[in-house]
C-alpha cells in the first residue's frame, strides 16, 4: 500500500531543558526577525535526512535498518544563531550545532542506509536546529550584529535518532513515528 500523504524525516531528538532553553533564545528574537512561522518549541530537532513524501514499505525497511546502528550516544555543542538565504531576508533562521565527529558519522550513516532505498542529498551537512522560516516582512533584517555570535554553553546529549511524521496542520507538527535509542 502507497501512502504518500504524509511526509518523513530523521532527526536527532532534542531533550525537553533544551528546547526550553531554545524557546526562550527564539522568543527574544521575535522583534528583530520578521518569520511568518516561528518554529514550535516541541518541534526542535537536527535534521540528518528529509524525505518529504515515501512509501511506508520503503520506510519500514530503513527503519528496520536503523534498528541496527551501532553508534555510541554522544555529547555536542550548541554553537551560534545563524540563517540561510539572503543576508537582508534570510529565510530559515537556525542555531548552529558544532560538527562533532560522532555526529558527522551518525550523519553519514544514516544517509548510507536511506541511499539504499531513495536519492540522498549531496549538499554539504549542515548541522542545525531551525528557529524559524519564511522571511515575512518587506522590511530588511536590520540588527545583524547578533548573528553568528557565540551563544552561552549549551551541550546537547545525542542519544535517540527518530523517524517523524509531519503534519502541517497542526501547531506541533512532528510526531514521533519510530525512534532508536544510541547506544
Request: aromatic fraction near 10%; glycine fraction near 2%; charge should be positive.
Amino acid at each position: 500500500m502507497c501512502n504518500m500523504n504524509r511526509h518523513y524525516f530523521i532527526a536527532v531528538e532534542i531533550d525537553t531543558e533544551t528546547k526550553k532553553w531554545l524557546y526562550q533564545i527564539q522568543q527574544k528574537l521575535t522583534e528583530d526577525f520578521h518569520y511568518k512561522n516561528w518554529v514550535d518549541q516541541n518541534d526542535f530537532h537536527i535534521t540528518l535526512h528529509f524525505f518529504g513524501a515515501i512509501t511506508k514499505s520503503i520506510l519500514n525497511e530503513i527503519a528496520t535498518q536503523l534498528e541496527r546502528l551501532d553508534n555510541q550516544a554522544f555529547t555536542v555543542e550548541i554553537t551560534k544563531l545563524s540563517t540561510f538565504g539572503s543576508a537582508n531576508k534570510p529565510r530559515v533562521l537556525w542555531m548552529g550545532v558544532e560538527k562533532d565527529p560522532k555526529l558527522l558519522q551518525l550523519h553519514q550513516d544514516i544517509q548510507q542506509i536511506v541511499g539504499k532505498h531513495v536519492p540522498i542529498d549531496k549538499r554539504s551537512f549542515t548541522p542545525h536546529i531551525t528557529l524559524a522560516k519564511k522571511w515575512a516582512s518587506e522590511q530588511q533584517l536590520q540588527n545583524k550584529t547578533i548573528l553568528n555570535q557565540p551563544t552561552e554553553k549549551k551541550h546537547l546529549y545525542v542519544n535517540k535518532v527518530v523517524i517523524y511524521e509531519i503534519h502541517p496542520e497542526k501547531r506541533q507538527k512532528y510526531q514521533i513515528w519510530r525512534q532508536f535509542e544510541l547506544k
